[in-house]
């Protein structure tokens, strides 16, 4: 069975939407580790809950992003992970993980890149004015949201449409698009 780690930050509604695809078979493939940055994130609970087996670590208490990365490949190693699917793990990937799990990362961003890459990519969107945005699926490089794409789905953004709104209708979108591209990759066997 292919082994997921799902990295995350902060509140983990793609984790939960990952979590439920694997149990209702929409992904062939079990969540065998959580990563998170953030001790005091609400992803932590939900996985807790779930009993996902966990990696949670604070950053400053490495000297460098070389060393914690070292560690989560020492975790993601005893674990026997095939892919990181990281959701709303909001920091830069550095060489010691893409090393290691080279071609193996993945991202989901919440616009249609290379449109409105970085944070707040929805109120990006937003402020612009622009009438189509959505949500990318992409393979993870050193850069910011720059890996080739891998899956798009548009979201129209219509006139009366608030800040919230536009949110809830790209998160929908997320939690579609990301189990189901995730699925195809590993029937792809890549
Ligand atoms: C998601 O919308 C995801 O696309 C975005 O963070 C959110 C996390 O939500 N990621 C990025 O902006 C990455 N550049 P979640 O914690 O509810 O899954």
Not at 85 to 107: C, D, P, Q, W
Not at 136 to 142: E, F, G, M, S
Request: glycine residues 8%.
């Amino acid at each position: 069975m292919t082994k997921l780690a799902v990295f995350a930050s902060g509140t983990g509604s793609n984790y939960d939407a990952i979590v439920a695809a694997t149990k209702d078979g929409t992904i062939d493939a079990t969540v065998s580790l959580l990563v998170c940055d953030k001790p005091k994130a609400k992803v932590v609970e939900k996985a807790e809950k779930n009993g996902t087996p966990m990696f949670v670590f604070d950053p400053k208490q490495y000297k460098n992003k070389a060393m914690f990365e070292a560690k989560i490949v020492e975790v993601l190693q005893t674990e026997q992970i095939d892919w990181i699917v990281l959701a709303g793990y909001m920091r830069l990937i550095g060489e010691t993980l893409l090393h290691s799990f080279e071609g193996k990362i993945i991202n989901i961003h919440p616009s249609l890149l290379p449109a409105f890459p970085g944070l707040d990519a929805i109120g990006q969107a937003f402020d612009a004015g622009v009438k189509v945005s959505g949500v990318t699926v992409h393979y993870v490089d050193a850069g910011m949201d720059t890996g080739k794409i891998i899956a798009q789905q548009a979201v129209n953004i219509t006139e009366d449409m608030t800040r919230e709104e536009l949110q809830q209708a790209i998160q929908q979108v997320e939690h579609q698009l990301y189990p189901a591209t995730v699925q195809k990759l590993i029937t792809r066997g890549e």
